[in-house]
């Protein structure tokens, strides 16, 4: 018999990608390095197409954590905004399914992980709001990096006493940055924990409860050659492992 510990399962959001060449089919979407950083951090992820919101209830039953991906803008009728002419393209099936699996997991007191996308969307599932183009904020820097490859290119500074200052060990660290969106009012029971120099919202994390953490960038993208960009996903398999330790 292995006395092998299982590793905690992770549910890993996708997106839909339609396909209009020949028979129209819609595939689940999202990239091999999200479940790559999961298993090197002790999970074992299971990717979960777009569904009916109300199987959220169900998939908690399953999985012992919950990663939210990048993909396509946030609705803004979500936060109670116009959209603005520059959004780029929505997904309302993807928006509604990821804040029922996002309220799901942090009913029954799961860890979850928000990543690009995925950190705006536990925001607005929290009642905050988002800035909906970047480039037209004053004073905003490039957020929309060119180099492709996930370098960490962009300094950020952590707060002090964070979960994640705690797990990268000091407070000015280098992320990747692709986006055009970004938190702008916090919801509740979220505090900021990582800021760049324009004050552009980097990290959030819960301030009481289960464990609940969203980047602005693309760890997933850069943990290979830059070990120490593993951080989140570290942090979440270690609140599956020992809750008290993150809380």
């Not at 002790?42 to 012992?64: R, T």
């Not at 002090?160 to 970004?182: E, P």
Request: with cysteine.
């Amino acid at each position: 018999m292995s006395t092998t510990k299982p590793r905690p399962v992770v549910l890993v959001s996708t997106g839909i990608s339609a396909r209009t060449t020949g028979l129209y089919r819609e595939d689940s979407l999202t990239g091999r390095n999200y479940s790559q950083a999961v298993v090197a951090a002790g999970g074992l992820p299971l990717m979960v197409a777009v569904l009916d919101p109300a199987l959220a209830d169900a998939y908690v039953e399953q999985a012992d954590a919950l990663v939210l991906t990048g993909g396509a803008d946030v609705d803004p009728a979500l936060f109670g905004a116009t959209p603005d002419r520059r959004l780029g393209s929505v997904d309302e099936r993807r928006d509604a399914f990821e804040i029922a699996l996002y309220r799901a997991f942090r009913a029954a007191g799961k860890p979850v992980l928000g990543v690009c996308r995925g950190h705006q969307v536990i925001n607005v599932a929290e009642g905050g709001t988002l800035h909906q183009h970047l480039p037209a904020v004053e004073g905003s820097w490039q957020h929309d990096q060119r180099d492709l490859r996930g370098a960490p290119l962009h300094p950020v500074r952590l707060e002090a006493g964070s979960r994640l200052a705690r797990a990268f060990g000091r407070l000015d660290v280098r992320t990747n940055s692709y986006h055009h969106q970004a938190v702008d009012e916090v919801g509740a029971g979220l505090v900021v924990v990582a800021r760049t120099g324009d004050g552009v919202v980097e990290a959030i994390e819960s301030e009481r409860g289960s464990f609940v953490l969203g980047v602005q960038w693309h760890p997933e993208m850069a943990f290979k050659e830059f070990p120490e960009q593993r951080a989140p996903f570290d942090l979440l398999l270690a609140a599956t492992r020992r809750p008290e330790a993150v809380a």
